[in-house]
């Protein structure tokens, strides 16, 4: 069965660069939903998307911005990137956003050296 | 706002010992609770889940019950194996909202042969 499809799975950057996370979730989930876990942390939900509207905020820094697209896949985008964003960042998707189970990609290791 | 608070870890038991990895929560309203496990080098799955109070989550051999009374959903193995040493996740999400999940610290579980 097809998953939750993130891109790339692993990304280098330098301090003040900027960085584009991808997610593909499964076919026909309409639901997007990025966490942040930094080594050794639990994830943080940081923002979600609805049919293309963010339909939640949490602790997403201002310097990072995400997307949701026409054909569901979803963009976080980081820019000024410092040392503390060094992080597993991961994308999970759901059909819907009441009293349904969303599945999780493998997550994108972003390292900013 | 809501949090979840799990057993600190890690955990090293031996093959087909009894696992108990305790998990309390604190919520406004009714949220449904989750176990996810993760894996090395993996994302999160979901192990099993439970949606109301006295409801019993199973899968795996693993069981959890939503204790409303104690704001618990403790996870319990009565035999475990090498093969479920991995990072278990207690997690709730709100009942009637958004599916956005808030993670426990996570416990590492090593089983040795």
């Known amino acids: 069965a097809a998953g939750v499809i993130q891109s790339p799975r692993h990304l280098i950057k330098e301090k003040r660069e900027t960085a584009t996370l991808k997610c593909y979730p499964i076919p026909r989930h309409d639901t997007v939903y990025w966490y942040q876990q930094g080594p050794g942390q639990d994830p943080q939900f940081l923002i979600s998307?609805?049919?293309?509207?963010?339909?939640d905020k949490g602790s997403i820094p201002d310097r990072f911005s995400a997307q949701q697209f026409s054909d569901y896949h979803s963009e976080l985008n980081m820019s000024s990137l410092e040392l503390g964003d060094s992080a597993l960042y991961f994308c999970a998707s759901s059909y819907g956003t009441r009293n349904t189970e969303a599945f999780f990609g493998q997550g994108t290791r972003l390292t900013v050296v | 706002g809501d949090s979840v608070t799990q057993m600190e870890g890690p955990v090293t038991l031996s093959e087909e010992a009894f696992l108990t990895i305790n998990c309390t929560y604190t919520?406004?309203?009714?949220?449904?609770l989750f176990w996810y496990v993760q894996y090395p080098g993996e994302g999160l799955q979901l192990l099993l889940k439970?949606?109301?109070?006295?409801d019993k989550g199973s899968n795996k051999g693993f069981e959890a019950t939503y204790r409303k009374e104690t704001t618990s959903f403790h996870l319990e193995k009565g035999s475990v194996q090498v093969s479920d040493s991995a990072v278990y996740f207690c997690?709730?999400?709100?009942?009637?909202?958004?599916?956005?999940?808030?993670f426990g610290q996570g416990t590492r579980l090593t089983i040795n042969p």
């Open positions: 997690a709730l999400s709100e009942a009637q909202g958004a599916q956005k999940l808030v």
């Open positions: 998307f609805y049919e293309k509207m963010q339909s």
């Open positions: 919520a406004t309203g009714y949220p449904s």
């Open positions: 439970a949606t109301k109070a006295d």
